[in-house]
């Protein structure tokens, strides 16, 4: 049965309407509070307004963040117009975009935090699209459209979402291809990571982990004693906390070791002195997983029946490595410990996933781009020949 939509009826309110405008070009407005490096979306997503094809399209970013950095300024180059609109109101801000004769809004938050759905809810553009940030539906009648691909959203699943989906061939996920990386000589013991280990990471946000995909990792931990896992914090409380409940599950708390946040560039290099990365279940790594792959090391992920427990099968499948997407919590379990007690098989995985990294279009973003244009496009002509959204299907 799909849920009822009670919050977005009752605190969102509908008061313009879905007006035709007749433009030489299709404008196309993004709207987020998340344009800087302090989010994800902010490292995932420039190179999409720096590909944008201004021929075809005019490219208005509408941010209402109070950060300002080097990603807010790429983005704000790669526009054709960068609106502050921080203090404004949703309805005015509605009204200015239809004042400009925008074509199709896209929200980049949904309902995650700062999010101002009542922008959409007053009808910026006739268009308007689920982008990137909230990985679920968005449950209202205002949101016509969601950006996906068949992983995420399978046929089965379609009946539970509101909007009309556009499915990208590969993954739904863009990358940036200028990520700050580079290449330098990092050794274990300036993470005090043991030499003669197999290594297990997790770099997400310890929100992610819950007491059972906790004790699946534990398990794994105790079927292979030559094996460490390595996680993210610079919470003190936090690390005293896992490390107390893996002493509960009778796994020395040694066996936990802990890094604190650095920056883009050192994170994705020292995710190479990792075996394997698990993953979280049921909200997957999203961002992470794209930077755990970028830097070549493999990723085990457990899959489930939303979009927050797919994405990274999805990354994985674009990478045309399925062989490291497991189904059910003892298929995640078992392979974890087999990978582990099998060197030659993990530095198989690691080879074939730099070959495939070349090859896939997950970090293509030029195609990338020519691609969500294209879905734009699409749904635009829908709506000037007076017809209602539809699934479109990206090749």
């Given amino acids: 049965e799909i849920p009822k939509r009670d919050w977005s009826s009752d605190v969102c309110s509908s008061d313009l309407v879905k007006n035709k405008y007749s433009n030489r070009k299709i404008k ?100 308007q699209i689920n982008y990137l940030a909230f990985p679920n539906t968005m449950g209202t009648k205002y949101i016509d459209y969601i950006i996906a691909d068949k992983i995420l959203i399978p046929n089965e699943s379609k009946k539970f979402y509101s909007e009309k ?9 863009i990358s940036d291809q200028k990520r700050e990386f580079k290449e330098n000589n990092f050794n274990k013991k300036k993470y005090y990571l043991p030499d003669d280990k197999f290594i297990f990471c997790c770099f997400n946000n310890l929100m992610k982990i819950n007491p059972n995909i906790f004790n699946l990792w534990m398990n794994i931990l105790k079927k292979n004693n030559n094996a460490i896992l390595w996680l993210l914090s610079d919470d003190l409380q936090s690390i005293q906390n896992l490390k107390f409940e893996a002493k509960k599950r009778n796994v020395n708390p040694e066996r936990l070791i802990f890094c604190n946040t650095v920056s883009i560039s050192e994170n994705i290099n020292r995710y190479k002195l990792a075996d394997l990365f698990l993953d979280t279940y049921p909200c997957n ?31 994985l499948t674009s990478l045309n490595m399925e062989e490291l997407i497991t189904h059910s919590e003892k298929e995640y379990e078992n392979l974890a410990i087999n990978l582990s007690k099998d060197k030659k098989k993990i530095e198989s995985l690691k080879e074939k996933l730099i070959k495939e990294k070349k090859k896939s279009t997950l970090f293509n973003s030029e195609l990338y781009t020519k691609n969500i244009e294209n879905a734009y496009s699409q749904a635009w002509n829908r709506f000037e020949k007076g017809l209602k959204p539809k699934n479109i299907y990206i090749n």
């Fill in 28 to 127: 196309i407005g993004y709207f987020s509070s998340d344009f800087n490096k302090s989010h994800p979306t902010g490292y995932l997503i420039p190179e999409l307004f720096e590909y944008h094809n201004k021929n075809k399209f005019d490219v208005f970013t509408f941010y209402f963040g109070n950060k300002n950095d080097s990603k807010t300024d790429r983005i704000k180059k790669g526009s054709t117009k960068f609106f502050n609109i921080l203090n404004i109101s949703d309805f005015k801000i509605a009204k200015f975009c239809n004042k400009i004769k925008l074509n199709i809004a896209v929200d980049i938050n949904g309902y995650i935090k700062n999010c101002r759905p009542n922008i959409f809810a007053s009808r910026a553009a006739p268009i």
């Fill in 165 to 173: 989906i556009i499915y990208f061939n590969n993954s739904y996920q």
């Fill in 285 to 315: 790594a999203h961002t992470t997983a794209n930077d755990v792959l970028y830097a070549g090391t493999p990723l085990l992920t457990l899959t489930g029946e939303t979009f927050a427990s797919r994405v990274s099968a999805s990354l």
